[in-house]
């Protein structure tokens, strides 16, 4: 690892920091006045200092020294980017950072063989400067985040570059390492595969790149290791006295500088569910237990002993239920609530609320929770899948008896129920960097509540070439048997102009269905899904291919480049088939983004239908009164337009409250616990 130096003026003085063992900025109780300065303030006019395109901007400066630098050696251009790194990224110096950006940009021309062009020149700048930056895909963010760590970490600020999956995190690291090591600068890269023995040292490095969920899962080990010690001195005096292990070492150096890519997804859309980790507390239940709760659940009858509630479809035990309940209690012979029986499946019943609280999980598991689609069954095993990315999260299980619910429902293993031992949202993690920064081709929307949550702005950079996508209008079917019908004919078309196709579905389950149809259609096909991961990179890069059709979930809707073969920019491109609308215009915007990148053709269509999940969910009324007013054939544009809009915009809404609900309870959290030093 190369030796950069520390500068005295990092962490800035006019941060405040919080008293924990490595930098990271301290936890603010922003009022409801400062939540809506923040809001209005990201909507002001930017410094002139961040504009790129403007005359005599920090972009026409970088390109006005692009030649001169050609005529450079390595030495001269390893000393001058040492010098102007710092100033540009510590105080944000217009000079020193088109003479930085201008550096290093050459260096990737001879060593990547990448050659910035101006948006992501201008992405680099306002990165480096801690900005959101909407930049549309295709437009090369991989190369400006890869320009800004080096930057920073030229000024001797540890940095991460946060993906959203293990792929991309290697692919980026590999990618980028000769630019890298041309300025003696190490790079690590944290997964899920890797050894916790290891983190530490990856950590160490320079540069890291990992993923949103592993940095977050190390950062509160190492709080749990750390027993609320508030320096590095105090936790070497714990742990010489015996009072916290000290077997293993903290694994980061602190929160200094993150670049996060598909910011929106990491900072916005998983911000709904704290992660929370957990050790193992005991070995499953006896079966009998779990499933005595489950047969229970089995036999109550939906809108009379429990309903389901919201959007979220929670259920909900009414009057009904509970007597029922009480009835099969005393059926089993808990005829005291208070006394203890040594029957395992009669633990649950002891205590009323006890045994309402799961029973309404068992509930969840049957009626809430999906097989390949919530969670699939993986080598004997329930692996959650990410709703947000469609990978599997093998280190991941709910809490409170639902995940050993659903085992029992699956008939795998019983594992034991996890004690917490440490929680934390990634509204609270993510706002403790000392400057955050991130890119996204679907920022706009979410602008206001990055401002408001992290005091972030968010910055539009335009593309380097017109986009040439052509997106055709929407099909409306009344059946999911008429939508697979109508995908295969589309797939068909396609084929027959030798375009390559791409159809996104939303889970693994649809992506099943999906591929049934083509198969019974015999149309020969690939799929990608969680349960489908092997030789991903290579299926990606066939993917654009003449005739290739490809099935795929959400893995590649964000940070996948499908390169299109030359031969097909006349026939049209690649072609993208959404099956599902998603949640969010925005993740519609990102799988569409898949074609018709840098200026290429491309092509994409929204195939539906109204017994789709998400419009049951959220736009049922509306489903109903289209189904009626046009019962046979294609409703009109406006009346699709109309059904879309009200289903994302009354998902938007629930998903934003559960965000706004997740971080009050987060800081409830934190000023509860605060006085026995830690609130994680």
Request: glycine content about 6%.
């Amino acid at each position: 690892m190369s030796s950069l130096p520390q500068y005295f003026d990092w962490p800035p003085a006019y941060l405040p920091l919080a008293a924990r063992v490595f930098p990271e900025r301290a936890d603010q109780a922003d009022t409801a006045f400062d939540r809506w300065t923040a809001g209005v303030l990201s909507t002001l006019r930017m410094p002139k200092s961040l504009r790129g395109r403007g005359r005599g901007g920090v972009v026409s400066s970088v390109l006005k020294q692009a030649r001169s630098l050609e005529d450079w050696d390595d030495r001269r251009l390893r000393a001058a980017a040492r010098e102007a790194a710092p100033p540009a990224f510590l105080r944000c110096d217009p000079d020193s950072g088109a003479r930085a950006i201008a550096i290093v940009r050459e260096v990737a021309r001879r060593r990547v063989g990448l050659l910035a062009h101006p948006p992501q020149v201008l992405a680099a700048w306002k990165l480096l400067c801690g900005r959101l930056v909407e930049l549309d895909t295709g437009e090369g963010k991989t190369l400006s985040a890869a320009l800004t760590a080096c930057l920073a970490a030229l000024a001797g600020v540890p940095t991460h570059v946060i993906t959203v999956n293990d792929y991309l995190a290697q692919r980026d690291a590999h990618t980028m390492g000769p630019l890298f090591a041309f300025f003696g600068l190490s790079v690590g890269v944290v997964h899920s595969k890797l050894d916790h023995g290891r983190r530490a040292a990856e950590y160490a490095r320079n540069i890291t790149y990992c993923t949103n969920k592993d940095l977050v899962f190390d950062y509160l080990r190492d709080r749990v290791n750390a027993r609320g010690a508030h320096s590095l001195a105090q936790l070497s005096v714990r742990q010489l006295h015996g009072l916290v292990r000290g077997g293993e070492p903290l694994r980061l150096r602190g929160l200094h500088f993150a670049i996060v890519d598909e910011a929106d997804s990491i900072l916005i859309d998983e911000g709904r569910t704290p992660l929370i980790l957990s050790a193992a507390r005991e070995k499953g239940r006896d079966v009998a237990a779990y499933q005595s709760l489950l047969d229970v659940a089995a036999t109550l009858e939906a809108d009379v002993d429990y309903r389901m509630v919201g959007a979220l479809q929670i259920p909900e035990l009414t009057d009904s239920g509970r007597e029922r309940l009480s009835d099969t209690a005393e059926q089993k012979g808990v005829v005291d609530p208070g006394a203890s029986s040594a029957d395992p499946a009669l633990a649950f019943w002891q205590v009323p609320w006890v045994r309402d609280h799961y029973i309404v999980q068992a509930l969840r598991a049957l009626h809430v929770l999906q097989r390949d689609h919530h969670y699939v069954v993986h080598e004997g095993k329930i692996v959650i899948v990410d709703e947000f990315t469609g990978r599997l999260l093998p280190d991941r299980s709910w809490e409170q008896g639902l995940h050993q619910l659903i085992e029992v429902k699956e008939s795998v293993d019983v594992t034991g129920v996890n004690r917490t031992l440490a929680r934390l949202t990634y509204q609270s993690f993510f706002a403790r960097y000392l400057r955050l920064a991130g890119m996204s081709g679907t920022l706009r929307e979410v602008a206001r509540e990055t401002a408001i949550v992290y005091r972030v702005r968010t910055d539009r950079v335009e593309p380097n070439k017109p986009m040439r996508r052509i997106e055709s209008p929407t099909i409306l079917m009344a059946t999911q048997q008429a939508k697979h019908q109508a995908v295969v004919e589309e797939v068909v078309r396609c084929l027959e102009r030798g375009q390559p196709v791409l159809v996104g579905t939303r889970s693994v389950q649809a992506s099943k269905a999906v591929s049934a149809a083509l198969a019974a259609a015999k149309i020969s096909h690939r799929v990608l899904n969680a349960l489908q991961t092997a030789d991903e990179a290579d299926l990606i890069a066939r993917a654009g291919k003449p005739r290739a059709v490809t099935v795929a979930t959400n893995m590649a809707g964000r940070g996948t480049d499908i390169p299109v073969d030359p031969a097909l920019i006349e026939r049209g491109g690649l072609h993208v088939i959404l099956t599902e609308w998603h949640e969010s215009a925005r993740i519609d915007r990102q799988l569409f983004g898949r074609c018709a990148r840098q200026g290429d053709p491309g092509s994409c269509r929204a195939i539906v239908s109204l017994d789709d999940e998400i419009i049951q969910l959220h736009g049922e009324g509306v489903a109903r009164w289209v189904a009626h007013r046009w019962p046979v054939g294609t409703p009109p544009r406006w009346a699709v337009r109309l059904l879309r809009n009200r289903v994302q915009a009354m998902a938007e809404r629930v998903n934003a409250a559960q965000r706004r609900a997740t971080m009050q309870h987060d800081r409830l959290m934190q000023t509860q616990l605060a006085f026995s030093g830690t609130a994680e």
